[in-house]
């Protein structure tokens, strides 16, 4: 999905919402455990492990200030991680990967995540956003569409098994 930067209209959204920059090798340990339950699902962001969060945090991309924590009673309640793409004509900011623990599902923190997220990469130059989602994560489309954002491509993966010739 894609979006112009910064959004038009970031509807319902507390001015007091904070979040802070992911701290490597302080919150490694919980944010494994909150990414594990939000993407529980998931059979590749659920399984990650401190091998794959240190391959990424490795990544030239990788910048800890668009990594965005949002913790309740100093606890990681939900995340947005950005990354900015230089390889274009002009750069792109993209929601590498959002996710909310499900303890704290239904109160927004999705949305006010998202929004922190693209007013991050709107302040870092990039006028143009997006955001790759499963196309069976209809409460996540609907969300985005919300925010003022549309599909741009769609791919279509077959799971299952083939039979050898």
């Given at each position: 999905?894609?979006?112009?930067?910064?959004?038009?209209?970031?509807?319902?959204?507390?001015?007091?919402?904070?979040?802070?920059?992911?701290?490597?090798?302080?919150?490694?340990?919980?944010?494994?455990?909150?990414?594990?339950?939000?993407?529980?699902?998931?059979?590749?962001?659920?399984?990650?492990?401190?091998?794959?969060?240190?391959?990424?945090?490795?990544?030239?991309?990788?910048?800890?200030?668009?990594?965005?924590?949002?913790?309740?009673?100093?606890?990681?309640?939900?995340?947005?991680?950005?990354?900015?793409?230089?390889?274009?004509?002009s750069p792109v900011g993209e929601i590498y990967?959002?996710?909310?623990?499900?303890?704290?599902?239904?109160?927004?923190?999705?949305?006010?995540?998202?929004?922190?997220?693209?007013?991050?990469?709107?302040?870092?130059?990039?006028?143009?956003?997006?955001?790759?989602?499963?196309?069976?994560?209809?409460?996540?489309?609907?969300?985005?569409?919300?925010?003022?954002?549309?599909?741009?491509?769609?791919?279509?993966?077959?799971?299952?098994?083939?039979?050898?010739?």
């Open positions: 999905m894609q979006c112009a930067l910064p959004l038009a209209a970031p509807h319902n959204t507390s001015a007091d919402f904070a979040t802070r920059a992911f701290r490597p090798g302080i919150d490694d340990d919980e944010w494994l455990v909150v990414n594990a339950r939000a993407f529980a699902a998931h059979p590749e962001q659920g399984d990650w492990n401190h091998e794959v969060l240190a391959a990424r945090m490795k990544e030239h991309w990788f910048d800890a200030q668009g990594f965005l924590i949002h913790e309740i009673e100093g606890r990681i309640a939900g995340f947005c991680w950005t990354k900015v793409h230089t390889d274009h004509a990967v959002i996710g909310v623990d499900p303890a704290h599902h239904g109160g927004g923190l999705g949305r006010a995540l998202a929004i922190a997220g693209f007013a991050h990469l709107a302040a870092r130059g990039p006028r143009h956003g997006m955001l790759y989602v499963a196309g069976d994560n209809t409460a996540a489309i609907h969300l985005y569409e919300s925010l003022g954002m549309t599909i741009a491509h769609r791919d279509d993966v077959f799971i299952g098994a083939v039979a050898a010739r």
